[in-house]
T-cell receptor
Framework: KAGVTQTPRYLIKTRGQQVTLSCSPISGHRSVSWYQQTPGQGLQFLFEYFSETQRNKGNFPGRFSGRQFSNSRSEMNVSTLELGDSALYLC????????????????FGPGTRLLVL | KNEVEQSPQNLTAQEGEFITINCSYSVGISALHWLQQHPGGGIVSLFMLSSGKKKHGRLIATINIQEKHSSLHITASHPRDSAVYICAVGGSNYKLTFGKGTLLTVNP
């Protein structure tokens, strides 16, 4: 099976712009979670989607949003970019059958490295 | 205080040494994950456990629910084990909370 893929891998944006990142989960996986990783804060949970519904959300401002499509692919969007949004954005998929993504093995994508200038 | 504390932050070992990385957490959890991150960013899930002990090759993970503590052991360490090891806990808020990670360097 192909692993989790993320596009693009690298992105440079300027403050005030918006960005959309894409994640394709492992075939058959229905849960997709998004994480932000920065040197200062480490890994932080953004949100989780299951069956096109946001099932859980982390403590991030409303500028961060996401969605999931019927084929389980997911996108996340960050509007009005700030310098502090520069980070590695990781998505992870899991089967979703347990109803609790944090109780399932997470399969991570390679990440999208976003630089905001 | 962070919900998930890892120690040590940095660890340097010689090839062949036995390595232990510790993780303590302050909340009730439903599962604990050990992750490995190599330079360049890719993260691999090593273990997910909610009780007892799991073993995979040279890696062993244990968890003590009463003491809110988990350990990751690497036997016969090898330079290819050099990576950041991250502990993450899943709690009643249905989210994963991550430790800051332990940077392991294994010298030949």
């Amino acid at each position: 099976k192909a692993g989790v893929t993320q596009t693009p891998r690298y992105l440079i944006k300027t403050r005030g712009q918006q960005v959309t990142l894409s994640c394709s989960p492992i075939s058959g996986h229905r849960s997709v979670s998004w994480y932000q990783q920065t040197p200062g804060q480490g890994l932080q949970f953004l949100f989780e989607y299951f069956s096109e519904t946001q099932r859980n959300k982390g403590n991030f401002p409303g500028r961060f949003s996401g969605r999931q499509f019927s084929n389980s692919r997911s996108e996340m969007n960050v509007s009005t970019l700030e310098l502090g949004d520069s980070a590695l954005y990781l998505c992870a998929s899991s089967q979703g059958t347990s109803g609790r993504a944090e109780r399932e093995t997470q399969y991570f994508g390679p990440g999208t490295r976003l630089l905001v200038l | 205080k962070n919900e998930v504390e890892q120690s040590p932050q940095n660890l340097t070992a010689q090839e062949g040494e036995f390595i232990t990385i510790n993780c303590s957490y302050s909340v009730g959890i439903s599962a604990l994950h050990w992750l490995q991150q190599h330079p360049g960013g890719g993260i691999v899930s090593l273990f997910m456990l909610s009780s007892g002990k799991k073993k995979h090759g040279r890696l062993i993970a244990t968890i003590n629910i009463q003491e809110k503590h988990s350990s990751l052991h690497i036997t016969a360490s090898h330079p290819r084990d050099s990576a950041v090891y991250i502990c993450a806990v899943g709690g009643s808020n249905y989210k994963l909370t991550f430790g800051k990670g332990t940077l392991l360097t294994v010298n030949p």
